[in-house]
T-cell receptor, first 116, second 115 residues
Framework: GNSVTQMEGPVTLSEEAFLTINCTYTATGYPSLFWYVQYPGEGLQLLLKATKADDKGSNKGFEATYRKETTSFHLEKGSVQVSDSAVYFCALSPKGSNFGNEKLTFGTGTRLTIIP | SAVISQKPSRDICQRGTSLTIQCQVDSQVTMMFWYRQQPGQSLTLIATANQGSEATYESGFVIDKFPISRPNLTFSTLTVSNMSPEDSSIYLC????????????FGSGTRLTVV
């Protein structure tokens, strides 16, 4: 079945540091890949996505590239801010004929804390 | 993308009672998904709700414990029945956009504490 393996946290960085959160996946075919963010006390928000190999998703300074050869979708940001402190989830959705009506499979989440 | 209104946002309930969580979507959607997020854990899918048919439950979840209604294309409810402290979690509903590129949208979640 489908699975997502995500870098374990928690991760603590200083402001303006470089961030990488690793994510690899196992799936049949070519799934769509997502990063979601959960700020304290809130629900999940879509941060970025990629739907095919070599696509780069980007938003709010975060980037992730869909790497088919390494089945990875690592999240990166060049200079983190205190406001980036949150839990980050990598997820995938299969892209079969029922696309859009299939469940998401989530990684375990990585708690990120940025200190001033 | 769709906007979801989920309520209640939080509740504290006595063991043995039931709580019904509501999700209202601002557009018609085919599928609605209900997830559970236990403290410090990732999200686990409880069931998928399709309008006009019974929900499809994931392994480990049963209809008697988590009955779901889906009366129309914009609304669904999840009931957590006969609650115990182990049911303390965040419950979230989710829908997929009718446009492929928008991904999945989540409600703000219901934080449930069972005492």
């Amino acid at each position: 079945g489908n699975s997502v393996t995500q870098m374990e946290g928690p991760v603590t960085l200083s402001e303006e540091a470089f961030l990488t959160i690793n994510c690899t996946y196992t799936a049949t075919g070519y799934p769509s890949l997502f990063w979601y963010v959960q700020y304290p006390g809130e629900g999940l928000q879509l941060l970025l996505k990629a739907t095919k190999a070599d696509d780069k998703g980007s938003n709010k300074g975060f980037e992730a590239t869909y790497r088919k050869e390494t089945t990875s979708f690592h999240l990166e940001k060049g200079s983190v801010q205190v406001s980036d402190s949150a839990v980050y989830f990598c997820a995938l959705s299969p892209k079969g004929s029922n696309f859009g009506n299939e469940k998401l499979t989530f990684g375990t989440g990585t708690r990120l804390t940025i200190i001033p | 993308s769709a906007v979801i209104s989920q309520k209640p946002s939080r509740d504290i309930c006595q063991r043995g009672t039931s709580l019904t969580i509501q999700c209202q979507v601002d557009s018609q959607v085919t599928m609605m998904f209900w997830y559970r997020q236990q403290p410090g854990q990732s999200l686990t899918l409880i069931a998928t709700a399709n309008q006009g048919s019974e929900a499809t439950y994931e392994s480990g979840f049963v209809i008697d414990k988590f009955p779901i209604s889906r009366p129309n294309l914009t609304f669904s409810t999840l009931t957590v029945s006969n609650m115990s402290p182990e049911d303390s979690s965040i419950y979230l509903c989710s829908v997929s956009s009718s446009r492929r590129n928008y991904g999945y949208t989540f409600g703000s979640g219901t934080r449930l504490t069972v005492v």
